[in-house]
């Protein structure tokens, strides 16, 4: 039961992105309640008034206007960091709260540093004295060392095996399944392919694949914001 100190967690994103984590936030309930899961907005008109995975689709961003956001959080659950960017940042600018969304089946180091927003998922291992900056994600069944920061925006896709004292750059993607070793660095941006094995520190704006893995091309900002 709803109580009048009771937040309602809307997800920002309907897509399969935000339906898993839709899943983070119903294992969370499971084990404590203190908020109420109430729903997606998604800008897709298609959606509104649709049930999804159990959840309603309230409408797009300008649900919020009609909405008490003093009782709302939000989490930005859209897989893309640039379209995470935006989202958030419009978030920010309504007056919004966020929330993260944790699995209670990841390990999280109790001296890890973890920002707002951030979610992360079923089996992840967060090591300790990590960071991991606002927004990011950390996906299913990674693994990320000690000592490593990991930028706002960037996804950590599922499988992917980041090494100690390593350092994710702001909005990068780093692929299913890839590895990077210890002390290297990312730049912000980047984009590093599935199954990839980073062996040395990979600059902004490129995209990096193979193993080892290297830069076949360039990421210009106006494609960055098209994926």
Not at 68 to 86: F, L, N, Y
Not at 138 to 150: E, L, N, R, W
Request: charged share 20%; hydrophobic share 45%; aromatic share 6%.
């Amino acid at each position: 039961m709803m109580t009048a100190r009771m937040k309602r967690v809307v997800i920002i994103g309907a897509g399969g992105h935000g339906r898993e984590v839709a899943e983070i936030f119903r294992h969370q309930q499971a084990s404590k309640n203190d908020f109420v899961l109430h729903g997606f907005i998604d800008d897709d008109s298609s959606l509104h008034g649709k049930i999804v995975d159990g959840l309603t689709v309230l409408g797009d961003r300008s649900w919020f206007e009609r909405s008490d956001r003093d009782q709302i959080s939000v989490t930005c659950a859209v897989g893309g960091p640039e379209a995470r960017k935006r989202l958030t940042e419009w978030a920010e600018g309504m007056g919004l709260s966020f929330v993260s969304a944790i699995s209670p089946l990841a390990h999280v180091s109790a001296i890890a540093r973890l920002g707002k927003g951030v979610m992360i998922f079923p089996f992840a291992f967060v090591s300790t004295a990590t960071e991991v900056g606002d927004h990011a994600i950390v996906h299913a069944s990674t693994f990320v060392g000690h000592d490593t920061s990991i930028g706002r925006y960037a996804m950590i896709a599922p499988g992917a095996n980041v090494a100690g004292n390593v350092s994710v750059g702001e909005g990068c993607w780093v692929g299913a399944g890839s590895s990077i070793i210890q002390g290297k660095a990312i730049g912000d941006w980047s984009f590093i392919g599935a199954g990839a094995a980073v062996t040395q520190d990979v600059p902004s704006r490129v995209l990096a694949v193979g193993v080892p893995a290297r830069q076949i091309k360039t990421i210009s900002e106006r494609c960055q914001n098209a994926r």
